[in-house]
């Protein structure tokens, strides 16, 4: 009983300590959304008010394929813009198993136990957002930029006074 408690105490503490991928790149990144043309545009995440125009704001890295960004203008149709690719991040996991931890109780024999590749599994430290998604490109590892064509406003028809 007392061993399983050390163990548990150790996993515990191990996991509030970041691993590789966690800490080369977070569990976050910034996306930074610039909405083309549309400088009075109103950007929306998750149902918060991120801007008008371009906003950034952070992203969970495990979500990257599911980013859905809501575009409103005044006189303009509501549009919604979603972004459904992300990619491994290869090298995020390699550091991970390269320092693959373990524990060792009293001395004892070294037991591999792989706490960095759970806590990055856990927090998707390892996804980034693709970058030949239409819109998307990389700025550096923590941040993304997403280009977004509003054609909500394209087919508005102008009323002229005769």
């Not at 007392?2 to 300590?17: A, D, K, M, P």
């Not at 790149?25 to 909405?35: F, I, M, N, R, T």
């Not at 996804?127 to 997403?146: A, L, R, T």
Request: hydrophobic share 35%; with cysteine; net charge neutral.
């Amino acid at each position: 009983m007392r061993i399983l408690c050390y163990i548990l105490t150790c996993f515990v503490i191990t996991s509030l300590f970041s691993s590789c991928a966690t800490i080369a790149g977070g569990s976050q990144y910034w996306a930074k959304v610039q909405v083309n043309g549309h400088p009075n545009a109103k950007i929306e995440y998750e149902g918060i008010y991120e801007g008008t125009g371009d906003a950034s704001f952070k992203v969970k890295r495990s979500e990257a394929d599911q980013l859905t960004i809501k575009i409103t203008e005044d006189g303009c149709e509501t549009e919604t813009k979603k972004f459904t690719q992300r990619t491994f991040r290869g090298w995020a996991f390699v550091g991970t198993i390269i320092t693959w931890t373990g524990l060792s109780i009293n001395g004892g024999p070294w037991i591999p136990i792989p706490f960095g590749v759970i806590v990055d599994g856990a927090t998707g430290a390892w996804w980034k957002p693709e970058i030949n998604e239409k819109g998307v490109s990389k700025q550096d590892y923590k941040h993304f930029m997403y280009q977004i064509d509003y054609t909500g406003c394209d087919n508005k028809t102008s009323n002229s006074v005769k």
